[in-house]
């Protein structure tokens, strides 16, 4: 395939610059169905999630009650241990219940918007560079991205961290257009501050970033590079802040760092949410890695990783179409100038898709399915300009042959990826295969206008059909636990691990719903099947992997007199605490923070805390990391059960730690 042969022709109507190009009266009716569509659904069966993940749900309730837990993200507002990640996700959730009060609803609502939001800024992106039509598919490709549907409705940090990637990339392609400082400083703010939403994952579109700027930008060389440097400091500057006040914060005055072994949010950062990820060395992980691995595996790594069973329903469906766009794309504009703001796109969103789609599929580390919303974006920006780069220049062999290929793949790919659960709606794949098949061979050949819309249409569902059914079985489906996943079972259960837990309920496997309250206000039981593993899916005291479930009278017990001390419980493990905590509003203990495996309380501290009447429960259950016997949580369990009479109330191990 020549580039003189598919050099781009003369009616091609955009300015080199990316000059947003003039709107049609369709645009913005068509835009606001776009926005308020996904936000009808995104919200419908909401509170169905309940606390989602139970997890952040009971850090957002800390920080709802104390300004310090807002500020460090603490687990608990007694400022025992924070969260495993920076507090940048719980910020908008923790004030949306001030202001609301304690719900799934006041939780979750602001994910949905950063839904809404992320749709309408990749909208606006892709549109300055191509077209209004290219926005608006972009938008829609995003939209119903199955991972997406899931992740914009859930309390994971991801949804935070995606806005501001793809805020970034506004912002960038905003510098490539005119090449202002401001814009620059602007990206790597951006950038900054989705660190603080999740740490080093969102490095991975910065070379993306960069080598766009670096190609295109308008200055000379030097001027780019000074440029870069700005958007570095920026970025430095937006994370930064946050760090050193953590870093040099006396450690007596705040609560553990979560996720580290040393009480540092340096050794968080490079380690157990940085390299670790890429090695498998992660010290406290739950994985093979770690220190206190459970026998958990993150499934096999390659580059075919993304179309495994975990991964292909999430988002697999448009990956090669994407591809194909993007190659097809660089070649149509590779005679035009430098700065070509067209060329600067495809160079953004397929370095973001080429770097991220790399990692994901090669890291050793813990990877869990829902992690690949951060391709989403990158797959709907290149699907949306290439379809309309390529419709363009339709008239030309080579670019017929390239929209054959790209459906032809995109037909296959939905084959396989509904081929997988069978017994979800076994009609769409025929129906899909035979349209694809139709689609391919028909755009081979030149078509009028009349064939050439019934050509586009049918394309359109062949690349939709079966992202909309996942996404639809999605949002009808409540989902909870640390690791959800979008869409009907296919055998793959949590971790990318084949049958890791029962039932297709769409969320973790047959996870249990999250204890607590719902947004009636009523408490939630559990749903779901159980397994006989030490996650304690289902068991009234949880476990690493699953919330505890109180029933009425342990609730009543805790909450008598509760207020009088600074934990009303302690318990080994986050989301064992999560659940005692968000059914009574009260601060509990996690022990050990998420695994169970950071020495945070030691068991000198956890005495003192008794001996100084902090803590009036301890809550049984065997959640000490892998049997570890060495664990400062099992030498804090091993003491009570030495010192303290148990008793049982509501099928959980009580010890009045007030009473020995």
């Given amino acids: 395939m020549s580039t003189a042969t598919l050099a781009p022709s003369e009616s091609v109507p955009l300015q080199q610059n990316s000059v947003s190009p003039r709107h049609n009266r369709w645009e913005y009716p068509a835009l606001a169905a776009l926005l308020v569509g996904t936000a009808v659904a995104y919200l419908y069966n909401l509170g169905a999630n309940g606390w989602a993940n139970a997890f952040y749900s009971a850090a957002v309730q800390a920080g709802s009650q104390s300004w310090m837990a807002f500020f460090f993200g603490s687990s608990d507002a007694g400022n025992s241990i924070t969260v495993d990640k920076p507090p ?172 580290s072994q040393n009480n540092s949010i340096l050794e ?47 988002i697999a469906w448009l990956i090669p179409a994407a591809s194909i766009a993007l190659i097809a794309g660089i070649i149509l504009c590779a ?10 796109a495809l160079v953004l969103w397929g370095g973001w ?40 220049e339709r008239d030309r062999v080579l670019v017929r042959v390239a929209l054959g290929v790209a459906t032809g793949a995109t037909t296959a790919t939905a084959w396989v990826l509904l081929s997988r659960s069978s017994d979800f709606v076994p009609w769409l794949r025929w129906v899909v295969l035979v349209a694809g098949v139709t689609a391919t061979v028909a755009l081979l050949f030149p078509l009028g206008r009349r064939r050439s819309l019934a050509a586009a249409l049918t394309v359109a569902f062949v690349g939709l059909a079966g992202p909309v059914a996942y996404t639809a079985h999605t949002l009808a489906t409540p989902h909870s636990g640390p690791i959800p996943t979008a869409g009907p079972n296919v055998g793959s259960g949590f971790g990318g691990h084949p049958g890791g837990g029962p039932g297709d309920d769409g969320g973790m496997r047959g996870g249990p719903m999250m204890p607590g309250r719902n947004s009636q206000g009523k408490r939630i039981s559990p749903e779901g099947g159980t397994i006989g593993s030490p996650a304690g899916f289902g068991a009234p005291t949880g476990g690493f992997l699953s919330a505890s479930t109180p029933g009425d009278e342990l609730v ?81 369990t091993a003491w009570v059960r030495a010192t303290f009479t148990p008793v049982e109330v509501d099928g959980v191990t009580v010890y009045n730690l007030t009473a020995r």
Wanted: aromatic share 10%.
């Fill in 556 to 636: 009543a017990l805790l909450e008598d007199n509760g207020d009088a001390y600074t934990w009303v419980a302690a318990t080994v493990s986050s989301n064992s605490a999560a659940g005692y905590q968000l059914a009574t509003e009260l601060p509990v203990m996690p022990i050990g923070g998420f695994n169970g495996t950071d020495p945070s309380p030691t068991l000198e501290q956890f005495q003192q805390y008794v001996a100084d009447g902090k803590i009036h429960y301890f809550l049984g259950g065997d959640n000490t990391p892998n049997g570890d016997q060495s664990s400062e949580s099992a030498k804090i």
């Fill in 353 to 392: 898709l080429l770097v991220t789609g790399l990692v994901f599929s090669f890291m050793a580390g813990i990877f869990h399915q829902y992690y690949t919303v951060a391709l989403a974006p990158a797959i709907a920006a290149l699907v949306g300009s290439g379809a309309v780069l390529l419709w363009r």
């Fill in 268 to 314: 968080l950062t490079l380690g157990y949410n940085g390299l670790g990820r890429l090695n498998g060395n992660e010290t406290g992980s739950v994985g093979p890695g770690g220190e206190g691995g459970r026998g958990m595996t993150w499934g096999d790594t390659g580059i075919t990783r993304l179309f495994e069973p975990a991964q292909g329903g999430q």
């Fill in 88 to 259: 940048a996700s719980l910020w908008l959730m923790e004030l949306s219940v001030r202001l609301f009060g304690l719900s799934s609803w006041s939780i979750l609502v602001p994910q949905v918007l950063l839904g809404v939001g992320t749709v309408a800024l990749l909208w606006a992106t892709v549109r300055r560079s191509f077209a209004p039509a290219a926005g608006l598919l972009s938008g829609l490709a995003l939209a119903v991205t199955p991972v997406a549907a899931l992740m914009f409705r859930f309390n994971n940090p991801d949804a935070l961290l995606v806005f501001l990637m793809v805020a970034a990339a506004w912002a960038m392609l905003r510098a490539v257009a005119d090449g202002r400082w401001r814009w620059l400083v602007l990206t790597g703010a951006f950038i900054g501050f989705g660190f603080l939403a999740k740490q080093l994952q969102v490095l991975l579109v910065v070379p993306a970033l960069a080598l766009t700027y670096l190609i295109a930008g308008p200055p000379a060389l030097g001027k780019r590079i000074a440029q870069l440097c700005a958007a570095g400091a920026s970025m430095v500057l937006a994370a930064g802040w946050w760090l050193l006040t953590v870093e040099f914060w006396p450690a007596s005055s705040r609560p553990w760092i979560g996720g």
């Fill in 335 to 344: 005679k035009a100038p430098r700065t070509d703001g067209r060329r600067a």
